[in-house]
């Protein structure tokens, strides 16, 4: 368990497997304390309810760091036995567009926490719900890359907005439900929203 993720099971297969490649998880993937770095374009993805948690009680590192050309898909991710200090789930720094599809990001600090990106991340029917944070934090000098979330379950994540963008024209929030009366122009700060879009 090195920086970077070196070391861990997950991580080995990242450096191993040639670019473009699909890294399927089975079952149940106890992560440790340090952040795994996924580098390479690939695509990440479970298998019959496959999960990424956390075993480790060392909790201050996000989880995933996203730094190419990924997809990540089917899988559950939640932060385990991190109870009194929640961990980020996914931390995005890539020039490249990501893929986020059909996964439930629970049970952590921020869901998807953008530091740097100039591409688009898109993320599609995902389960953001119960993070201590945001569901997806995009802030200012983030990047110019567009955020775009489209039917998505987003709610249940920390009081007030529970996505935030640094500017309009970088996040697209529609065809979401956010909760039961809940209306995006209160849930996502700072984005592109449509009330008759949820």
């Known amino acids: 368990d090195l920086p970077s993720g070196i070391g861990t099971g997950l991580k080995d297969a990242i450096d191993a497997v040639p670019d473009g490649s699909i890294i399927q998880i089975k079952g149940n ?4 304390s340090n952040t795994v770095l996924i580098d390479r374009p690939i695509t990440i993805q479970g298998l019959q309810n496959a999960s990424i948690t956390t075993e480790s009680l060392a909790c201050s590192q996000p989880m995933l760091s996203l730094g190419d050309a990924i997809t990540l898909q ?8 991190c109870t009194l200090q929640n961990r980020d ?5 890539s020039i490249s567009a990501i893929n986020i599809f059909s996964n439930n990001l629970t049970n952590g600090k921020d869901a998807v926490s953008i530091q740097n990106n100039t591409e688009k991340i898109t993320l599609r029917f995902n389960n953001l719900t119960n993070n201590s944070g945001f569901a997806i934090l995009k802030p200012n000098n983030s990047g110019n890359g567009q955020v775009i979330a489209t ?6 994540n920390r009081s007030g907005a529970q996505v935030s963008c640094s500017a309009e024209e970088l996040g697209l929030m529609d065809h979401n439900f956010w909760g039961i009366g809940v209306l995006p122009i209160n849930a996502a700060s700072g984005c592109t929203s449509q009330s008759g879009k949820r």
């Not at 089917?74 to 036995?81: F, R, V, Y």
């Not at 039917?151 to 249940?156: E, G, K, P, R, V």
């Open 151 to 156: 039917a998505n379950n987003i709610l249940n």
């Open 89 to 93: 789930l996914l931390v995005i720094d």
């Open 29 to 32: 993937y106890p992560m440790r």
């Open 74 to 81: 089917n899988l559950s991710i939640n932060d385990g036995s």
